[in-house]
C-alpha cells in the first residue's frame, strides 16, 4: 500500500469519547494479568474504550468483558474466553476463535490423560475416546497375560503318585471299636497301558468329553467360555474341562470347587500338556476316572460291570463306560442312591446317554453310519458283585452309613468311595449278632426250603431296633448274607405291614377325634369328640363299609366295601382295646372312616413313618396296613408311643472323620408328635396285645412291653413290631425271589409247615429271643402310666339290639346305624359315665339299655366285647381285608 494512502495514526483516544475516556485515567498496569475495568467506569453499553496508552494491539489486550455478567461467567470457566491480544489477532483485536483459540496462548492445558474429554459436552465430556479405549484394553490385557506368566512359572506339578493314592475308610460300632475296614483301597485300581485299553474305549471317550483332545493346549477356552455361556442362559451345568484338566484334577488335585483350585487346574494342565504326551495324558485319564460301583479306572469298571479285561471291551460296552462317567450314580442300571437314581430311571437314562455317545462318535469321524446302525441293543452290564469284605450282616451296616451319609452330610459318593474316612457308627455289636443268631436260630429249625420248595424257598426277614427319644439304629437284619441278597430287608421292600399300622388310628382317633354325623368332611376340631379306648364299635364279619355321615361307601366305580375279619370272627360289639388285641379289622376299618383317612395318615406321619411308603387313602383298607413302611421306621414310629409322643429321626452315623479332622457331627431331631396321654394309652391298649392278644408269645420276654402282630392279605407278609421303654424293634417276614425278572410277593401258605403265617408267629418269635438277649443287662422298665383320655362313643354298627350280628351272608342294606336322625349332639360330655351309658356319640344306643347291648326292655344283647386270647395269639386276624362286595353287595 502506497504512504500516501495509509491512515495515519490516530491520537489517544480520538473520537467524540475522547473527553470522556481522557477524564478517565488508566490505572498502571499489573505485570502478567489483564485490567480490570474499575467499577462504574463503563459507558452506556458496560463496554470500555481503548486504552489511553499504548498502540492498538495493546489497546485490544486491555479491552474489557462486554459487561460484569460476562466477566464473572468468564472467571467462572476458568479463563476461556480470552481477548484477541491474548489469542493472537482478529479485527478488533478480537481472537480469531470463538473462544479464543485461534492462537498459541489460546490451546487448552496439556493433561496426561484427557479426561474428562476437553471441549465436549453433556454424555461426550465422560465418554472415553476410542483412543482410551485401545489403550485400556491393552493394558488390562498386558497386566493379564504377565499375571498368567506369573502364575504359571509359580505354579509346579505336583508328584502324581502321591496325589492319587488312595486309602480305605474305617467304620466303628457304637462303643468306639473298629467293625471294618473298607472303601478306597479295595477299589481294585489296575494300571493298564494305553495299548491294553481297547480302541473303541479310547474312541468313545475322546468323542464324548474332549473331541480336540489331540489339538487343544491342555486347555480348551472356546470349551470353557461355551460353558460359561450355556449356564449363564440357564442350561445344564457344564464343567468345560478338557481330557488333560481332568487328569490333572484326578491325578493331582482335590476334588472341591473353589477358585484357586480352578485356577491351578489350569496353570497345571498347561503345563502338563506341553511336558506330557497326549497318549499318557489318555492313559493316566481313564486309569483314574471314577466309573462308579467301587472302580477307579478302566480295567477295574470293564471287570465290574462286563467280566472282561479293557482290551476286550466291544463298541456298544465301550460306549456304555464313557456313557457313565458323567455320574455313575444316576446312570448305573442297578440304581444308585437317592430316590432320582432307581434302576428305572437310571437304566433310562444310560439308554439315551448310551445313544449319544455312538451319535457323537459318527459326528466325530470314528465310526461310520453303516456301523451305527450296527449297535441298536443297549449292552446292560451285569449285576454288582460284592467285597468279600462286607459279607453276612456286614455290607447291610456300611452301606446303611454310607446312605445316612450321601442324604446328610456334603460328602459326596464319589469321595466317599475314594477313602480316608472315620465313620463311627449307631450300631451295637451285641445287639448285631444277637438279631442275627435270633433269625438264623428260626430259620433252621422251621425253614426247610429242601424238603418244602414250593413253600420254603424265597423266604426272607428283615428287622431293625431303634432306641426310644434318641432314635439311633442298634441293630438290623438286612438278609442272609450281604453277598448273596441284594436287598436290605431292613430297609424299605415294598412289604405291606398289615395290622401292625393299627395303632396310628386309635392315635387319630384319640388325638383328633371322630366326626359329628351331620357336619361336613372337613369338620375342624370344635366338632370333633376325641375317643377313649373303651369307646365301642362294630366287630361284624364282612361289614359293609360306611362313610361317617352314615352312607355306603362306594369307590368310584360305585363298588361297597365289604370288609372281612381274619378266619371269619365276628363282635356285634367290641370296645377298641379289645379290638387291637383281636386284631379286629371291621372295627378299625369303621373308626377310621369316622376319624378320616387324611387324619390317619398324618398321624402316621408324625410318628415318624415316610410319605413315600404310605399307600392311597382312597379305599378303607388303608388303615389296616395296605402301606409298607420299612422296618427301621416302623421301630421308629413305635419308639415315639415308647417315649410318650417324642418323636426322633432315625440315625446310623454319629461322626465322620478325616485327616482335616471332625467333617460331620449328628445332631439329635426330635419333636413332639402327639400328647403324652395320646402316646401313653396307645401303649396301654398294645400292652394288652401281648398280655390278652394276639402277641402272647412275647410275654416270654419277661418284662413289661407293648406290640402289635400284622398279617396281609394272602398271606404276603407278617410282621410283629413292639417296644419296651428302653428298646424298640420291627421284624418282618416274607416271601420273594429278589433275583428274578420281576420280583413279586408271595403268598405264605405252608411255609415251616404251618397252615398259615402270621404275625404271631415266626416274626414274634424272632423279636422275642432277640430282645431277651439284647436287654439282658438291662433293669425292667414300666411304662408311664396312662391318663384318662377322650369320650366313650357308641361308632357305627355298635347296637345293642341282638339283630346287629349279620350271618356270613352279608347283607344288602346298610348297617343298623340310623341316617334319618343323626345324634342331637358331638361335643364331648364333662366326664364319661363310668357305666359307659349312652352317650351323646352312642348311635344306635337306646336309653335305658345295659354297655353290654341290652335293649329297651333291658335285655343282655349279644356276644361279649372281648372273647380272650387265642392260643399262642396265632388265631385272631390280622389281614387288611379286600374287596368283596361288587354293586348291590
Known amino acids: 500500500m502506497s504512504e500516501h494512502r495509509r491512515k495515519p495514526p490516530q491520537p489517544n483516544g480520538g473520537g467524540r469519547a475522547a473527553p470522556r475516556r481522557g477524564a478517565q485515567p488508566s490505572p498502571p498496569p499489573s505485570p502478567g494479568r489483564r485490567d480490570t475495568p474499575p467499577r462504574g467506569g463503563s459507558d452506556a453499553y458496560g463496554t470500555r474504550g481503548p486504552s489511553a496508552a499504548g498502540p492498538r494491539g495493546e489497546d485490544a489486550a486491555e479491552q474489557s468483558y462486554g459487561s460484569r455478567a460476562e466477566a464473572r461467567r468468564a472467571a467462572q470457566s476458568g479463563g476461556r474466553r480470552r481477548t484477541a491480544a491474548a489469542g493472537g489477532g482478529g479485527a478488533g483485536g478480537r481472537g480469531g476463535g470463538r473462544r479464543g483459540t485461534g492462537g498459541p496462548g489460546g490451546e487448552r492445558p496439556k493433561r496426561f490423560i484427557d479426561y474428562p474429554r476437553w471441549g465436549k459436552s453433556g454424555w461426550r465430556r465422560w465418554m472415553p475416546s476410542f483412543k482410551q479405549i485401545s489403550a485400556i484394553c491393552v493394558v488390562f490385557l498386558g497386566t493379564l497375560v504377565g499375571l498368567v506368566a506369573v502364575a504359571y512359572a509359580m505354579v509346579s506339578v505336583p508328584s502324581a503318585s502321591l496325589a492319587s493314592k488312595t486309602q480305605k475308610n474305617v467304620y466303628y460300632w457304637a462303643d468306639g471299636s473298629r467293625m471294618v475296614v473298607s ?11 494305553l495299548d491294553q485299553i481297547s480302541k473303541s474305549m479310547q474312541n468313545a471317550v475322546i468323542s464324548m468329553e474332549n473331541a480336540s483332545f489331540y489339538t487343544d493346549h491342555g486347555v480348551d477356552p472356546q470349551g470353557i467360555l461355551r460353558a460359561v455361556v450355556n449356564m449363564a442362559r440357564g442350561g445344564e451345568t457344564q464343567s468345560g474341562s478338557t481330557i488333560t484338566q481332568q487328569y490333572v484334577k484326578n491325578t493331582y488335585l482335590d476334588q472341591s470347587q473353589t477358585v484357586t483350585r480352578k485356577l491351578k487346574e489350569l496353570m497345571i494342565s498347561i503345563k502338563v500338556g506341553v511336558k506330557v504326551s497326549k497318549p499318557d495324558i489318555l492313559a493316566g485319564y481313564l486309569n483314574t476316572a471314577y466309573y462308579g460301583r467301587g472302580a477307579y479306572g478302566i480295567q477295574a469298571a470293564s471287570q465290574a460291570y462286563y467280566g472282561v479285561n479293557a482290551n476286550a471291551l466291544k463298541p456298544e460296552q465301550a460306549a456304555f463306560l464313557a456313557a457313565v462317567l458323567n455320574g455313575p450314580n444316576l446312570y448305573d442300571p442297578a440304581g444308585g442312591v437317592g430316590d432320582n437314581a432307581t434302576p428305572e430311571l437310571n437304566t433310562q437314562r444310560a439308554k439315551a446317554r448310551w445313544g449319544e455317545v455312538l451319535d457323537r462318535e459318527v459326528k466325530t469321524g470314528d465310526m461310520n453310519q453303516q456301523q451305527r446302525q450296527q449297535y441298536q441293543d443297549f449292552p446292560t452290564p451285569q449285576k454288582p458283585k460284592r467285597s468279600t469284605d462286607k459279607a453276612g450282616q456286614i455290607g447291610y451296616l456300611t452301606d446303611l452309613a454310607d446312605k445316612y451319609i450321601f442324604n446328610n452330610t456334603s460328602i459326596t459318593q464319589q469321595k466317599l468311595a475314594q477313602g480316608g474316612y472315620q465313620i463311627y457308627t449307631t450300631f451295637n455289636k451285641k445287639d448285631m449278632t444277637a438279631l442275627q443268631n435270633a433269625v438264623d436260630d428260626v430259620r433252621k429249625k422251621n425253614i426247610r426250603p429242601d424238603l418244602r420248595p414250593d413253600t420254603d424257598k424265597y423266604v426272607q426277614f428283615g428287622g431293625a431296633s431303634v432306641v426310644p427319644g434318641d432314635g439311633a439304629i442298634a441293630a438290623i437284619y438286612g438278609g442272609e448274607d450281604y453277598l448273596k441278597h441284594f436287598t436290605d430287608n431292613a430297609d424299605y421292600t415294598g412289604a405291606q405291614v398289615g395290622s401292625t399300622f393299627k395303632p396310628f388310628v386309635l392315635a387319630a382317633a384319640m388325638r383328633d377325634g371322630v366326626r359329628k354325623p351331620s357336619g361336613p368332611a372337613d369338620q375342624p376340631a370344635s366338632m370333633r369328640t376325641p375317643v377313649s379306648p373303651k369307646s365301642k364299635y362294630t366287630g361284624v364279619n364282612k361289614w359293609k363299609v360306611l362313610n361317617y355321615d352314615g352312607s355306603v361307601w362306594q369307590d368310584k366305580d360305585g363298588n361297597e366295601w365289604l370288609q372281612q375279619n381274619d378266619d371269619n370272627e365276628s363282635f356285634k360289639s367290641i370296645d377298641l382295646k379289645s379290638a387291637m388285641e383281636q386284631s379286629v379289622n371291621s372295627t378299625y376299618v369303621q373308626l377310621g372312616m369316622d376319624v378320616g383317612l387324611d387324619k390317619v395318615k398324618q398321624s402316621a406321619l408324625d410318628a415318624g413313618v415316610t410319605s413315600d411308603s404310605l399307600a392311597s387313602t382312597n379305599g378303607p383298607s388303608f388303615s389296616i396296613g395296605t402301606s409298607s413302611p420299612s422296618a427301621i421306621r416302623m421301630a421308629d414310629a413305635y419308639a415315639t408311643f415308647a ?9 446310623s452315623v454319629t461322626k465322620v472323620m478325616d485327616s482335616k479332622g471332625v467333617q460331620f457331627q449328628h445332631e439329635a431331631k426330635t419333636k413332639k408328635a402327639f400328647d403324652p396321654a395320646v402316646a401313653d394309652n ?48 420291627s421284624i418282618g417276614m416274607y416271601r420273594m425271589d429278589d433275583q428274578s425278572k420281576n420280583p413279586t410277593f408271595l403268598k405264605m401258605y405252608g411255609v415251616g409247615g404251618l397252615q398259615k403265617i402270621y404275625g404271631a408267629s415266626f416274626p414274634t418269635e424272632i423279636w422275642t429271643e432277640y430282645m431277651k438277649t439284647a436287654l439282658a443287662d438291662q433293669p425292667a422298665q414300666t411304662f408311664e402310666h396312662p391318663q384318662d383320655i377322650g369320650t366313650v362313643v357308641y361308632g357305627d354298627g355298635a347296637s345293642p339290639s341282638p339283630s346287629a350280628v349279620p350271618s356270613t351272608t352279608p347283607s344288602n342294606t346298610p348297617s343298623t346305624k340310623p341316617s334319618t336322625s343323626p345324634s342331637p349332639s358331638h361335643a364331648p360330655s364333662v366326664s364319661p359315665s363310668p357305666s359307659d351309658s349312652c352317650g351323646p356319640l352312642a348311635w344306635g344306643c337306646q336309653p335305658g339299655g345295659t354297655t353290654s347291648g341290652g335293649g329297651p326292655g333291658g335285655g343282655t344283647g349279644g356276644p361279649s366285647s372281648s372273647t380272650g386270647p387265642g392260643t399262642g395269639g396265632t388265631s385272631r386276624g390280622n389281614g387288611n381285608g379286600g374287596l368283596f362286595g361288587g354293586p348291590g353287595g
Open 183 to 193: 472303601g478306597g483301597g479295595d477299589l481294585n485300581r489296575q494300571i493298564v497301558p
Open 682 to 729: 396307645v401303649t396301654d391298649v398294645l400292652q394288652g396285645v401281648i398280655q390278652d392278644g394276639t402277641g402272647t408269645a412275647a410275654k416270654a420276654l419277661g418284662r413289661p412291653a407293648a406290640g402289635k402282630t400284622g398279617t396281609t392279605d394272602d398271606n404276603k407278609s407278617a410282621w410283629f413290631t413292639g417296644y419296651t421303654p428302653q428298646l424298640s424293634t
Open 643 to 651: 417315649k410318650s409322643g417324642l418323636q426322633a429321626e432315625p440315625y
